[in-house]
């Protein structure tokens, strides 16, 4: 039976108050809240003066089951004169949706972005002034946990969270601000004039979220409900340092679809299939007896029976990714969850009565960033695999960058480094990583350690692993790469340079290596078929961690000159050139040409590739390192056998020592390990391992999808050649037996693309640059070519056995090589 797609999130159908959505405007407003009840620090235009709100329950987490329900909460008041303007601010710990005179505030889901939350939480702000009116007014509230308030489990989730240091019950701090037409003003806030009662929803954003429709309270969000026998709301503690204005997009709802098939089990529950892996949850609408319950489960696979799969490893496997809905009257009834998202493709659906109707959609919600690349080629495999991790990129962008949206549910901070480069090629992510990166100095301790997930909960007690903690140096210097905005480095550089500076004296104390934990090259080829889910590298992590920790104490001496740290920038450099002697003293081989480990496992690639690709390798040896490398790939058949650090750096080493052609044929291959071999699998997203060995493993996990950067920056050949594309750098490579190729990316100063085409033995390079771009374009000569076209304004200049040079600057240039 068919939804009604014009059905707002969870409203029931019949419901009092028609939701319309208010829009939202552009928050210029920051806030610094002490510890105290009222919060009166700069926040609003004249300052916040409203106070957090919520239950007295003790900040323990609850067991899950047991927590209290989402609180509704909702405050009256009068308006005798015209309004002219208004602005309602609002921060819901850990999530809100929120209503003025029964219209929802914003079609944001899912918010405020996660944070440390006891160091800074996110505030929006909306233009309400529609929504008022003469006479009676009413706000109202409702509150769901998120990541603040985890209900523990037995196992306890492996991150810790229901222990997090910001673990309490859901808050809320908002602000009205009134102007009328007189010219006067007045603010309604968050105090303890409003009314708080239990709401019908039982949420955990880890498990899932049970709403009883009996126990909805229809109308709540309008004037004329009754709510004298609500209790009064309490002012309560700030649970956070700082309110700050969200500085990156809120998640949206983005699509709706139906499924494409559905198979009923011998059980007699329903498995409803939606055709690709995705992230949201989904919608129902059904009618029946009041008092049936309608129970959803979601996952990624299904079991061999065909039921769908649920993972035991961070809490017990019956209660994860499961939602119910019971119905609370007659007619048609639609919901969906408000507080909590699931990875899957396949939702089974079970009743504890028969139903008189039912119909299932799925709502994929993410971060709604704006697209920004676009990229194509004549090999299909190729074009399959950047629609697969662009999917991949945006179901793991909710509000931060996460691992999966099925399992983890993290901001791995490696991850995140990562696939950066992928994610901002094919999107507006400059907010959503900057906004990140604040919480992830937010998570770093007085010492200076920085974690390996930020937001950090503290249950995972991995500290300064360089590959992945040491990744905030990395991650804030390619986001300066692509966004070109200096506040970026100043922003970090206070909790980079601590951090630089711990591990410098740490590596003294070992003989000026580092030796502790490191994940290292994670998920490599056969890793999956481990006895257990770590997918640890067979030469262990010591090589690509110190290779990691030079790259950054080289990066940050870069940054330091960047921001005039003259200094800091001799120290980073000294440590740098420390690390890179012991560093060959330790894992080069100089006779076999050669990095590798103590650990016997063979020749690595990746041992080879961090070595190349961050210029350790001295110069009388890179010839025969490289040669090496080459060997080894082609031994394997021109596959790789790379995790995640090493698969980020192959085909760009290869590509730029010469090897395009090499790289192009791994990239091309369809069996395994590869990324076609995904596709050839029936992939709709990138998976965490190169073969799905386990069900316990993602299929949605971008950090193996980093071929996507090379499809922009190699095949189609669009570089930043200074921070934020101040210049550019246009270096397509035309490898064998591949037709075209074109990509084009918005950067922050217009959009940049490229694309070329061989047709009866002519190569034609089209190019575009924006305005006030100066720009550098390297026509690549292919085999025979005989010389270049170029059209008005485009400079010739060097030309080299591979390419000639032209300077071009803004407009369309077209190259002809014949």
Same mark, same amino acid.
């Not at 695999?385 to 901070?413: C, E, F, K, V, Y």
């Not at 998976?687 to 386990?694: P, R, V």
């Given at each position: ?8 999130r ?6 009092a108050?028609?939701?319309?959505v208010?829009?939202?405007m552009n928050?210029?407003?920051s ?17 916040w ?11 323990v987490?609850?067991e ?8 509704l909460?909702r ?8 309004v002219?303007?208004?602005?309602f601010s609002?921060?819901?710990?850990g999530?809100?949706?929120a209503?003025?005179?029964?219209h ?11 944070s440390?939350?006891?160091?800074t939480?996110?505030s929006?702000?909306?233009d309400?002034?529609?929504?008022l ?11 769901g ?7 523990a489990?037995?196992?306890?989730t492996?991150f810790?969270?229901?222990k ?9 701090l ?11 003003r007045r603010r309604?806030v ?21 709403y009883?429709a009996?126990r909805?309270r229809?109308?709540w969000t309008?004037?004329?409900y ?10 309560q503690?700030?649970?956070?340092k ?6 990156m997009?809120p998640?949206?709802v983005?699509?709706?679809?139906g499924?494409v098939?559905?198979?009923k089990?011998?059980?007699g529950t ?14 129902i ?6 008092g ?5 489960i ?13 993972s035991?490893?961070?809490g017990p ?7 119910s809905?019971?119905?609370?009257g007659?007619?048609?009834q639609t ?7 699931h ?6 659906v079970?009743t504890?009565?028969?139903?008189t109707?039912?119909g299932?959609?799925?709502?994929v ?15 299909p ?6 629609a ?9 962008m909710?509000g931060i ?5 099925w ?6 901070? &490696?991850? $995140?480094? !990562? #696939?950066?480069?992928?994610?901002a /090629? ?5 907010? @959503?990583?900057?906004?990140?990166l604040r919480?992830f ?6 010492d200076?350690?920085?974690?390996v997930?930020?937001?950090?909960p ?26 070109g905005d200096?506040?970026?480095?100043r ?15 740490t590596?003294?104390?070992?003989n000026?290596?580092?030796t ?5 090259d994670?998920?490599?080829p ?5 006895a ?6 067979p030469?262990?992590?010591l090589l690509t &961690?110190? $290779?990691? !920790? #030079?790259?950054?104490?080289?990066? /940050?001496?870069?940054?330091a000159?960047? @921001? ?6 001799a120290?980073?450099d000294t ?13 080069l081989?100089?006779d ?11 020749y690595?690639q990746?041992s080879n590739?961090v070595?190349l ?5 001295p110069d009388e ?7 090496n ?11 790789l ?9 192959l085909l ?7 090897r395009a ?13 590869s ?12 998976w ?5 060995a ?7 996990h971008?950090f ?26 246009v ?5 064998d037996g ?14 940049v693309?490229s ?10 390079l089209?190019v ?12 690549p000569?292919?085999?025979g070519?005989?010389g ?7 400079t ?19 190259f002809?090589v014949?």
């Amino acid at each position: 039976m068919p939804l009604n797609r014009s059905a707002t999130r969870r409203q029931v159908v019949g419901s009092a108050a028609a939701a319309v959505v208010l829009g939202m405007m552009n928050p210029a407003r920051s806030a610094a809240l002490s510890g105290a009840p009222s919060a009166t620090a700069a926040g609003a235009e004249d300052g916040w003066t409203a106070q957090w709100i919520g239950r007295d329950t003790p900040p323990v987490a609850p067991e899950l089951g047991k927590q209290n329900p989402a609180p509704l909460l909702r405050r009256k008041f009068e308006l005798g004169k015209h309004v002219a303007r208004a602005e309602f601010s609002i921060v819901g710990l850990g999530y809100y949706e929120a209503w003025i005179n029964g219209h929802r505030v914003g079609d944001q889901v899912l918010d405020p972005p996660p944070s440390a939350y006891d160091q800074t939480a996110y505030s929006r702000t909306f233009d309400v002034t529609k929504a008022l009116r003469g006479g009676d007014n009413a706000l109202a509230v409702t509150l769901g946990r998120g990541y603040l308030s985890t209900p523990a489990t037995t196992p306890a989730t492996i991150f810790g969270l229901p222990k997090a240091p910001w673990t309490q019950e859901p808050r809320l701090l908002a602000q009205l601000d009134i102007v009328f037409s007189d010219g006067t003003r007045r603010r309604v806030v968050s105090d303890d004039k409003w009314k708080i009662t239990d709401g019908p929803t039982l949420d955990a954003l880890y498990f899932g979220e049970h709403y009883d429709a009996r126990r909805a309270r229809p109308g709540w969000t309008g004037t004329t409900y009754d709510d004298s026998g609500w209790e009064d709301a309490h002012v309560q503690p700030a649970p956070t340092k700082q309110v700050v204005p969200a500085g990156m997009p809120p998640v949206k709802v983005t699509d709706t679809f139906g499924p494409v098939g559905s198979t009923k089990l011998k059980t007699g529950t329903q498995v409803y299939d939606f055709g690709r892996t995705t992230a949201g949850w989904a919608r129902i609408k059904v009618s029946g007896t009041a008092g049936t319950t309608v129970t959803l489960i979601y996952g990624e696979q299904l079991n061999d029976d065909g039921t769908v799969f649920q993972s035991g490893m961070l809490g017990p496997a019956d209660v994860s990714h499961l939602d119910s809905y019971t119905l609370g009257g007659k007619g048609v009834q639609t919901w969906e969850p408000s507080f909590t998202r699931h990875g899957f493709r396949y939702v089974e659906v079970s009743t504890s009565a028969p139903l008189t109707s039912f119909g299932i959609e799925a709502r994929v919600a993410h971060t709604a960033v704006e697209s920004t690349g676009r990229f194509d080629c004549a090999n299909p495999v190729l074009t399959s695999i950047n629609a697969i991790q662009r999917a991949s990129l945006l179901d793991n962008m909710w509000g931060i960058p996460s691992d999966t949206p099925w399992r983890d549910r993290q901001g791995w901070t &490696a991850d $995140a480094y !990562l #696939y950066l480069d992928s994610a901002a /090629l094919n999107f507006d992510v400059e907010g @959503l990583y900057r906004q990140w990166l604040r919480t992830f100095r937010d998570s770093q301790r007085a010492d200076g350690a920085l974690p390996v997930i930020a937001p950090n909960p503290g249950g995972f007690p991995l500290w300064n692993d360089p590959s992945w903690s040491g990744t905030l140096i990395s991650s804030t210097w390619t986001h300066y790469q692509h966004y070109g905005d200096a506040g970026v480095l100043r922003d970090n550089y206070p909790a980079m340079a601590r951090w630089l500076d711990l591990m410098r004296t740490t590596i003294a104390g070992t003989n000026g290596l580092y030796t502790g934990f490191s994940f290292g090259d994670w998920s490599p080829p056969g890793a999956e078929n481990a006895a257990t889910l770590a997918l640890r590298p067979p030469e262990g992590s010591l090589l690509t &961690a110190n $290779a990691d !920790l #030079y790259h950054e104490a080289r990066l /940050l001496a870069l940054i330091a000159r960047e @921001l005039g740290h003259s200094g800091d920038t001799a120290r980073f450099d000294t440590m740098a050139d420390a690390l890179a002697e012991k560093f060959n003293e330790k894992f080069l081989d100089a006779d076999a040409g050669v990095y590798h480990t103590p650990v016997e496992a063979g020749y690595r690639q990746t041992s080879n590739l961090v070595a190349l690709a961050y210029g350790l390798v001295p110069d009388e040896h890179r010839d025969k390192v490289f040669a090496n490398l080459v060997k080894d790939i082609t031994d394997r058949g021109n596959h790789l056998n790379t995790g995640a650090i090493g698969t980020k750096l192959l085909l760009p080493v290869l590509t730029e020592n010469g090897r395009a052609d090499l790289a192009y044929k791994i990239a091309a291959q369809t069996d395994y390990p590869s990324w076609g071999y995904w596709v050839k699998q029936g992939a709709t997203t990138s998976w965490e391992t190169w073969s799905m060995a386990k069900k316990d493993f993602s299929m949605n996990h971008p950090f193996l999808g980093t071929v996507d950067d090379w499809f922009y920056q190699h095949l189609a050949g669009i570089q930043a050649a200074a921070p934020g594309y101040g210049k550019v750098l246009v270096a397509p490579v035309v490898p064998d037996g591949l037709r075209y190729a074109s990509a084009q990316v918005t950067t922050p100063r217009g959009e940049v693309s490229s694309g070329w085409r061989r047709q009866n033995g002519r190569l034609t390079l089209t190019v575009k640059v924006p305005a006030g771009t100066p720009a550098e374009v390297r026509v690549p000569l292919t085999d025979g070519a005989r010389g270049v076209t170029a059209g008005r304004g485009a400079t010739r200049g060097e030309r080299k056995d591979d390419y000639v040079a032209y300077h071009v600057r803004a407009g369309t240039h077209v190259f002809h090589v014949s």
